[in-house]
């Protein structure tokens, strides 16, 4: 008889440390909001939205699926005043003179738009073309795997399946594989042609989920190469995805401090990109592309709604268009605001304004006049989190918030990724760890320790689950154990805690026990698969080359078992090329919390007295 598992109540945990947490910060500030010290608002923000974006399994209910639903259903309405809204007004032969300001600034965007994203080629599409690591219609969310999405028949819409007809004319590689692995199925069985995609939920705050959509595989295949593609010429006028985010958190720490820049947030910003409107900003060829891999219908609970809107979020291509919407209408603005003949941006502004998704930062002088022309082409405003007064100091983007240059911005209790006891430790370790570094910014380093509202509730919720405190250095994960080996004795001193053992040898090496996330789960690989995937993307193999693809061929297999070897599996099965399926499966098939043995030479932890 199979053993049952034991679990533990997140709920009962949140409680617990919510009230501790209350505890330490004084009962006035609860009621109370300073606009211009930090520490205040700090502690304010912390003691009332700690359990903000707290939603466990038993508070994910239909309730929070239905309001995200109707917040939908509500935005694809609104988007529906903006279907027929952006017919061509203006004409770049006519003198800007006669143009309406609006009119001006769509011109001036959609020749910037035009800038960013030309010249188009099919096959560097082609080539950037990949299937996703997410999950789509016809593909099970617990097996997201490339053999998962390359079985037949693959969904997609009906405008798609010719488009992969010219795709495997042009990778027969991938083309032979698709067909041995699903053992030479019939052509008419390839594809299932759908209507649109599936809406679904994902958990965002205690109050609403955030909808998504559940794009069909073969959209998404194509969506993926489209994105690629964006992302590459968007890196050339400064945009790169990677360093933005970071990049918006400087700026917005600067701007609190100066107000000379607006940060600016949206609502429902991915749902509210107007078909007509891309019509009119992108290159024909672009826009085209887009529409055609599109889903122009969604199933929400099961009953389809046409959609007003381009696309949503489960579509790859809707994030960057939104960044470059917004990028493109911001540089517009500000370049009619300085009534300059030029319609692109010199090369050292062009970092004057800056877009990622939907958080905007730009100057607070044109902010203004941002906001009224985003809002007339469909764009809805969200004034509680966007800030653009050059009188306020509060700046927020990209996760973080700022008053006067300090950071603002409240630790959010998460609920764990399982409720077994195993995942208990590790979930308090990240609780204790973040909350740990707001309260030293709240109290001070000498004396957030000797709050026992929280530590005081972690050292009783360990006692009560009979859990050892493992600690662990400064650079180890936070789910790894408690990062406090410099106030070890102060801990030890006023905490009944349990502590697990911290060994040093005559070198000066330290031997310690930490939590490690196990990832060790079955895996299911059919070789040719892979390496059609691999070849597909080496853009300078010659074609039709048998010296040259022999000799991929070996580099492949030698890399398979270096692979094999180094992940201690195992090999099931032989394979010949494009023949049989050549199948690894890893030892164990569970994951999850172990405890691991960790040595490092690079710490120094107190002797205890």
Known sequence: MKRKAKIFNPEHIKTKILQGVLRDIPSSLHVYEDKY???????????????????????????????????FLDT????????????????????????????NVLLRARRLMHYVLTPFSEDEWFQCCKHGTGTSLGVSFNDTSLEAKSKLPMTATR??????????????????????????????EWYEVVEGSRATTVPKTSSIDRMIAVE??????FQQGLMAMMYERMKKVGLDLESLPRMHKDRARIASITSKEATIDWSSASDCVSLELLRWLLPPIWFECCDMVRSPLMSVDNEYVELNMFST??????????????????HAVRLQELGTLSH?????????????????????????????????????????????????????????????????????????????????????YIIGNRLMLKYMTCFGKRNYIYKDGLFGTLSKLFAEYNLTLKIVPDDYPDDAGLKMSSDIQRLRSNYPWKFSRVAVNQHGTYTF?????????????????????????????????????????????????RYCFKHNLRRTGYSRFAREPLLWYKRKDRGGYVVAKGKTAHWTVPKRR
């Open 344 to 428: 692109f941006p010199e090369w050292k502004d062009r970092h004057s304004c800056s877009v990622f998704g939907d958080d905007c930062i730009v100057p607070s002088e044109i902010a203004s006049q941002f906001i009224e022309i985003a809002t007339s082409v469909g764009f809805i405003i969200n004034n509680e989190k966007s800030f653009c007064d050059e009188t306020s100091h509060f700046r927020e983007s990209c996760g973080g918030d700022y008053l006067r240059g300090y950071d603002v911005r409240p630790f959010h209790l998460r609920a764990p990724t399982s409720n077994r006891l195993s995942a208990l430790e590790p979930w308090l």
């Open 76 to 103: 694809n309405t609104h988007m529906k005043n903006f279907t027929g809204c952006f017919s061509p007004c203006v004409h770049p032969m006519v003198p800007q003179s006669k143009h309406s300001y609006r009119d």
């Open 313 to 330: 979020m489960g579509n790859a291509v809707t994030f960057p268009l939104e960044t470059l919407v917004f990028w493109v209408l911001a």
């Open 159 to 188: 405008r798609v399946t010719s488009l992969l007809d010219r795709y495997l004319g042009f990778d027969s590689q991938l083309k032979s594989a698709v067909i041995a692995y699903n053992g030479d199925s019939p052509i008419g």
């Open 37 to 71: 010290d930090p520490l205040l608002m700090l502690q304010y923000r912390l003691a009332n939205e700690l359990d903000k974006k707290f939603v466990s399994g038993s508070s994910s209910s239909v309730l929070l699926r239905g309001k995200a639903f109707k917040k």
């Open 216 to 221: 069909p595989t073969g959209n998404m295949f």
């Open 513 to 561: 026990l930490f939590c490690s996330f196990n990832y060790k789960q079955k895996v299911r690989r059919f070789d040719d698969l892979h390496y059609a995937d691999w070849l597909r993307k080496r853009a300078y193999l010659q074609r039709g080359c048998d010296q040259e693809l022999d000799d991929e061929r070996q580099q492949l297999r030698y890399r398979l078992k």
